[in-house]
Nanobody, 132 residues
Framework: QLQLVESGGGLVQPGGSLRLSCAAS????????IGWFRQPPGKEREGVSCIMSSDGSTYYSDSVKGRFTISRDNAKNTVYLQMDSLKPEDTAVYYC?????????????????????????WGQGTQVTVSS
């Protein structure tokens, strides 16, 4: 069974930075598209950022574009989400999840748009709180 573990969350002041990590055990992350998602209290889950395995292309939601950066370190079997210029509205539980494109190797449009319903093997989440 695929297993993902998120870490790096915490309490940070507005304008601060955090780096989240999504580490895999028992499988190679580089073969999968990886998505970062978040769910604020009482709100729907949102696709924050995704990185494809086929071509390395990335997606960012409008709410984080220019502030967050997704990256892979295949040697460490880890995907990162660098979060800068954090705002109180970034407060949420952050999750990572996977999508495997299979033999075709090309992710469908829904995955490239970071739509969470198409991802699986969700981690347990890490809490990010932005507050002064």
């Amino acid at each position: 069974q695929l297993q993902l573990v998120e870490s790096g969350g915490g309490l940070v002041q507005p304008g601060g930075s955090l780096r989240l990590s999504c580490a895999a055990s028992r499988f190679t992350l580089g073969y999968y598209a990886i998505g970062w998602f978040r769910q604020p209290p009482g709100k729907e889950r949102e696709g924050v950022s995704c990185i494809m395995s086929s071509d390395g292309s990335t997606y960012y939601s409008d709410s984080v574009k220019g502030r967050f950066t997704i990256s892979r370190d295949n040697a460490k079997n880890t995907v990162y989400l660098q979060m800068d210029s954090l705002k109180p509205e970034d407060t949420a539980v952050y999750y990572c999840a996977t999508f495997f494109a299979g033999a075709q190797g090309i992710e469908p449009r829904s995955v490239r748009r970071c739509e969470g319903d198409f991802f699986g093997s969700w981690g347990q989440g890490t809490q990010v709180t932005v507050s002064s």
